[in-house]
């Protein structure tokens, strides 16, 4: 027995990092059918067929809607759940960052980390909550970050885009929870993956310092969470911005 069996799970960000963590420890947990999302073919293409090496006879779609594009987000959902018959969770987990000073960053550059992160988010959640309201079930997780609660130093664009996810979470589970549908989101500090892999030496002691444990977090760390607020293990837990960083200062 696993506390993902007999899910049908859609999340975007599923290629490398903290989705494909998070859709490893559910495939290990039984999930029933999942689908992984990503920025195109050529990146969804070998995640999938690695996670179907290492997972053989499961369930595993992948696709590649433009998050930004609400209509093709919807048909990638809906094309899954045709499928599979039902959705029980949704992890809007895609984004992208950036590390620039507001005297660099261009309007275009902040205007992206809204539409990737904050606007994409939307587009899942609105696929999903529409779909779980007509099955009056469901849990949808969304990735924020703790710069989405504590601001971010050196990337404006991206602290508020994960500002928003935060309320946007919270609004979503006060709306869908009367239609037994649960909306949370975790908030992960400084975890290893590529986006983070840029990150020096001097820049990352400073980060370490800043951290109760004195440590990055490892992607499955994030996954875990991830996986509790989709499962029926966090079943009275609505509307909560779980942070998952070591406590971070
Ligand atoms: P990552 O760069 O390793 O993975 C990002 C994933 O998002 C990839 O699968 C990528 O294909 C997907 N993605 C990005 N833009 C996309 C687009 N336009 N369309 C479709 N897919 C797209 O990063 P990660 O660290 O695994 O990040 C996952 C989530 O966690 C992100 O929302 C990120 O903001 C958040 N987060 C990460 C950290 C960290 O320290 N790594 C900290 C806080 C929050």
Same mark, same amino acid.
């Not at 992948?62 to 599979?84: M, S």
């Not at 960053?105 to 539409?115: H, K, L, V, W």
């Not at 309201?133 to 989405?148: C, D, E, L, P, Y």
């Not at 908030?187 to 990150?199: E, F, H, L, Q, V």
């Given at each position: 027995m696993g506390i993902m069996d007999g899910k049908v799970v859609f999340i975007t /960000?599923?290629?490398?990092g903290i989705g494909n963590a998070t859709t490893r420890l559910m495939l290990k947990e039984g999930v029933e059918a999942i689908a992984i999302c990503g920025r195109s073919e050529d990146m969804v293409g070998p995640a999938l067929a690695k996670l179907r090496a290492d997972f053989p006879g499961r369930n595993i779609e992948g696709c590649w809607p433009l998050l930004t594009d609400a209509t093709a987000v919807e048909t990638a959902v809906k094309t899954f759940v045709d499928k599979?018959?039902?959705?029980?969770a949704a992890c809007a987990n895609a984004g992208i960052t950036q590390s620039t000073s507001i005297k660099r960053m261009t309007p275009a550059e902040f205007e992206e980390q809204i539409n990737i992160n904050l606007i994409g988010a939307f587009y899942l959640d609105r696929a999903a909550g529409l779909i779980m309201r007509n099955q009056k079930f469901g849990a949808i997780v969304n990735t924020a970050s703790m710069t989405g609660l504590y601001g971010s130093g050196m990337g404006a664009g991206y602290g508020a885009s994960k500002g928003g996810v935060i309320a946007l979470t919270k609004s979503l589970g006060r709306e869908l929870g009367f239609f037994n549908i649960r909306v949370n989101c975790v908030a992960p500090g400084s975890i290893k993956t590529d986006m983070t892999a840029g990150i020096n030496d001097v820049a990352m002691k400073a980060v370490n310092d800043g951290i109760a444990l004195h440590r990055m977090g490892e992607p499955e760390e994030v996954g875990n969470a991830i996986m509790f607020l989709a499962s029926?293990?966090?079943?009275?837990?609505? /509307?909560a911005c779980l942070s998952v960083d070591g406590y971070a200062t």
């Amino acid at each position: 027995m696993g506390i993902m069996d007999g899910k049908v799970v859609f999340i975007t /960000g599923g290629t490398r990092g903290i989705g494909n963590a998070t859709t490893r420890l559910m495939l290990k947990e039984g999930v029933e059918a999942i689908a992984i999302c990503g920025r195109s073919e050529d990146m969804v293409g070998p995640a999938l067929a690695k996670l179907r090496a290492d997972f053989p006879g499961r369930n595993i779609e992948g696709c590649w809607p433009l998050l930004t594009d609400a209509t093709a987000v919807e048909t990638a959902v809906k094309t899954f759940v045709d499928k599979y018959g039902r959705l029980d969770a949704a992890c809007a987990n895609a984004g992208i960052t950036q590390s620039t000073s507001i005297k660099r960053m261009t309007p275009a550059e902040f205007e992206e980390q809204i539409n990737i992160n904050l606007i994409g988010a939307f587009y899942l959640d609105r696929a999903a909550g529409l779909i779980m309201r007509n099955q009056k079930f469901g849990a949808i997780v969304n990735t924020a970050s703790m710069t989405g609660l504590y601001g971010s130093g050196m990337g404006a664009g991206y602290g508020a885009s994960k500002g928003g996810v935060i309320a946007l979470t919270k609004s979503l589970g006060r709306e869908l929870g009367f239609f037994n549908i649960r909306v949370n989101c975790v908030a992960p500090g400084s975890i290893k993956t590529d986006m983070t892999a840029g990150i020096n030496d001097v820049a990352m002691k400073a980060v370490n310092d800043g951290i109760a444990l004195h440590r990055m977090g490892e992607p499955e760390e994030v996954g875990n969470a991830i996986m509790f607020l989709a499962s029926d293990l966090s079943s009275y837990v609505n /509307g909560a911005c779980l942070s998952v960083d070591g406590y971070a200062t």
